[in-house]
């Protein structure tokens, strides 16, 4: 059999692959869905907790397809389509890519044909270099909820807290990194602020959303204020960086 | 409390059997193509590719394991951790639905509408990615487009930003510290970018939680 990067049985493989992933997602939606009736949940709260989270991936998932393709360039289609539907991201699987290429003394970005070795070897050191999630949460997620319980049995409110100022640490941070790039200002560019402006735009949405929920007494608009400005914000960086890029 | 604690148990044990199945899933992949068209892989790329590549992310995946189960609860830590795009798709997702169905992580309903947010992005995700697949060849041109490049270039400010004055506004006393902490890292040092930010996310973490600790034991929250 002759190797090649889209041949059709690495699409075969790759979609068996994915059809495990899709399952485990069904499962768990089926699980979770029984228990929240189970505990009396509103079935219309949970479908607009579905329709929301929906919606609100399309955005983020479009951008995935994206980096499928500027993958592809080098590794075929499968083998991206498979790395970023699992456990990844487009800077680790490129990273890894790159990393594997070069040991090979390939050129990442300028390979025209990988032989079946080279193919092989850049997906294992892909898939071995970022295992540890998978075989780790089965390790420490049982524990860590037996601790979180025992937390909230000692001191309810600092339980509380405790969860606030975990989501606030994740978002500091991501808040720092829209920045990062701002110093650019004293070179005589104004391209760092483009991320910044576009934070701004999509918070000022997000501001707006609530103000108008509250003028309105449109509780529904506050369930899609977080995907609208995703894309607002998305949209408004294309006018923003002809103007600071 | 007792059925709750017979739902979490099975929850625990339906993600072990899932995850660990996956993982001999993903690890067979290399190994059956290897087969299927007679190829070693090239020894010396895969031990230089690992040194390269793994211990980084190894130590990145330990700390992002302990950092993201206690905010994604179980269901969703046992999804996002086979399913990816945690910080930039799971989490967010997570956090936005149990914000607007007004539930707290880590209670009964928490756990719920986690897993049920996370469960139907990784499927939404899938199926997207599935049809982009399908459509490759016409749609490269149109999603390379330079006029959308800007948009797609933006997407975690965007997401950050609409997402960061929800959350920061609820909770601006504890946001002060690690908001502005994070701000002079990340302007003041230069290696610190789009490719070190997941390191940074417990780091910030970290800090916020003692900040909170302080402010909490000051009686200051």
């Known amino acids: ?245 | 409390m007792k059925k709750y604690d017979t739902y979490m148990d099975k929850v625990h044990h339906w993600g072990t059997v899932w995850n660990l199945s996956m993982m001999v899933i993903l690890l067979a992949f290399p190994v059956v193509v290897g087969v299927l068209f007679g190829a070693a892989p090239d020894l010396h790329g895969l031990v230089m590719g690992l040194v390269a590549t793994a211990p980084m992310y190894w130590a990145v995946g330990v700390i992002e394991t302990i950092t993201y189960i206690p905010m994604l609860g179980a269901g969703g830590s046992y999804l996002s951790f086979v399913t990816g795009n945690i910080s930039n798709l799971k989490l967010p997702c997570a956090l936005n639905a149990m914000e607007q169905a007004g539930v707290k992580a880590g209670s009964d309903e928490g756990e719920v509408v986690s897993t049920i947010a996370i469960a139907v992005s990784s499927i939404v995700t899938t199926l997207i990615i599935i049809l982009g697949v399908i459509l490759i060849v016409p749609l490269s041109p149109i999603l390379n487009a330079p006029v959308l490049e800007p948009a797609f270039a933006q997407i975690l400010p965007a997401l950050f930003g609409g997402l960061g004055v929800v959350f920061v506004s609820r909770n601006w006393k504890i946001a002060i510290a690690p908001v502005s902490l994070m701000l002079v890292l990340f302007i003041a040092v230069p290696a610190l970018n789009a490719g070190t930010v997941g390191i940074m996310v417990p780091v910030s973490v970290l800090f916020t939680l003692g900040v909170s600790r302080i402010l909490y034991k000051k009686g200051w929250l």
């Open chain 1, 1 to 245: 059999m002759t190797f090649n990067v889209n041949h059709p049985i690495l699409f075969g493989l790759v979609a068996v692959i994915i059809a495990a992933v899709l399952g485990q997602s069904v499962f768990f939606l089926v699980k979770a869905w029984k228990r929240g009736r189970e505990i009396g949940m509103d079935p219309v709260k949970l479908r607009r907790i579905t329709v929301t989270a929906a919606v609100f991936t399309i955005a983020p998932a479009v951008a995935i397809v994206i980096s499928v393709i500027t993958l592809a360039k080098d590794l075929g289609v499968a083998l991206p389509w498979l790395r970023l539907s699992v456990v990844g991201s487009l800077s680790y699987e490129t990273i890894a890519a790159a990393n594997a290429e070069s040991a090979m003394g390939l050129t990442f970005g300028q390979v025209s044909a990988l032989t079946a070795s080279q193919y092989v070897t850049i997906a294992s050191v892909m898939t071995l270099s970022i295992m540890v999630g998978i075989w780790l949460v089965p390790v420490l997620a049982k524990r860590m909820q037996k601790g979180m319980v025992s937390l909230e049995k000692r001191d309810k409110k600092w339980a509380e807290i405790f969860q606030s100022a975990m989501f606030i640490g994740m978002i500091a941070a991501f808040v720092g990194y829209v920045f990062c790039d701002v110093s650019t200002i004293f070179h005589g560019s104004a391209a760092g602020l483009i991320p910044v402006c576009v934070m701004a735009v999509s918070a000022l949405v997000m501001c707006l959303s609530g103000v108008l929920v509250k003028v309105v007494k449109a509780r529904w608009i506050s369930d899609y204020a977080l995907p609208v400005s995703l894309i607002i914000g998305m949209a408004s960086a294309v006018p923003i960086t002809a103007w600071l890029g």
